[in-house]
């Protein structure tokens, strides 16, 4: 198994433009999530999914969109970059009934 | 809302023990977990605690005191692979939605 994979690594985008960071998991997990991670701050949701076609906002879901149409892949949208999203994003997964999450290695974003 | 309070950083030797706290405020509260994340690093689970008492798996332990919003962490025998970041979470219900809201993380520099 993969477990969870993201792309890409790294990536730097000027304001005002949208891209998509990609999140998957070969786990056939129902739960998947979508943090971000900021220097002094701990990590934080953006939006969440219970399952494939089913997702909410979670605690700064501002500026940004997600999709679920498979099990498989969760990817976040970015609509029109702004300098206050410069962050480490982390996709995770869970399996209904567990409490434990796996994290994705992160998506290093910067926008200038 | 809640509020998730650890030390910012802390050293220790190789071969000791050291306890990283974490006190946190909460309603609604459902259990708390502890994840590691080394520099750079998604975050990997190491516990979730639910009820009150001390767990113990191999080296690391995990204490909760749900009366007074109260954790430990507790490494023994450290190696200096155990410098990371270690991160204390909280999952309460929400308004029907089970959060997780992380603290900022303490950063453990194991020195020999």
């Known amino acids: 198994n993969a477990g969870v994979t993201q792309t890409p690594k790294f990536q730097v985008l000027k304001t005002g433009q949208s891209m998509t960071l990609q999140c998957a998991q070969d786990?056939?997990?129902?739960?998947m999530s979508w943090y971000r991670q900021d220097p002094g701050m701990g990590l934080r949701l953006i939006h969440y999914s219970v399952g494939a076609g089913i997702t909410d906002q979670g605690e700064v879901p501002n500026g940004y969109n997600v999709s679920r149409s498979t099990t498989e892949d969760f990817p976040l949208r970015l609509l029109s970059a702004a300098p206050s999203q410069t962050s480490v994003y982390f996709c995770?997964?869970?399996?209904?009934?567990?409490?434990?999450?796996?994290f994705g290695p992160g998506t290093r974003l910067t926008v200038t | 809302g809640q509020n998730i309070d650890q030390p910012t950083e802390m050293t220790a030797t190789e071969g000791a023990i050291v306890q990283i706290n974490c006190t946190y405020q909460?309603?609604?509260?459902?259990?708390l977990f502890w994840y590691q994340q080394h520099a750079g690093e998604a975050p990997t689970f190491l516990s979730y605690?639910?009820?009150?008492g001390l767990e113990e798996k191999g080296r690391f332990s995990s204490f909760l005191s749900r009366s007074k919003g109260y954790s430990y962490l507790l490494l023994k025998e450290l190696q200096m692979k155990d410098s990371a970041s270690y991160l204390c979470?909280?999952?309460?219900?929400?308004?029907?939605?089970?959060?997780?809201?992380f603290g900022i993380g303490t950063k453990l520099q194991v020195i020999p």
């Open positions: 909460t309603s609604g509260f459902n259990g």
């Open positions: 786990m056939n997990h129902e739960y």
């Open positions: 979470a909280v999952r309460a219900d929400s308004g029907g939605y089970q959060k997780v809201t």
């Open positions: 995770a997964s869970r399996t209904h009934g567990s409490y434990e999450q796996y």
């Open positions: 605690n639910v009820l009150d």
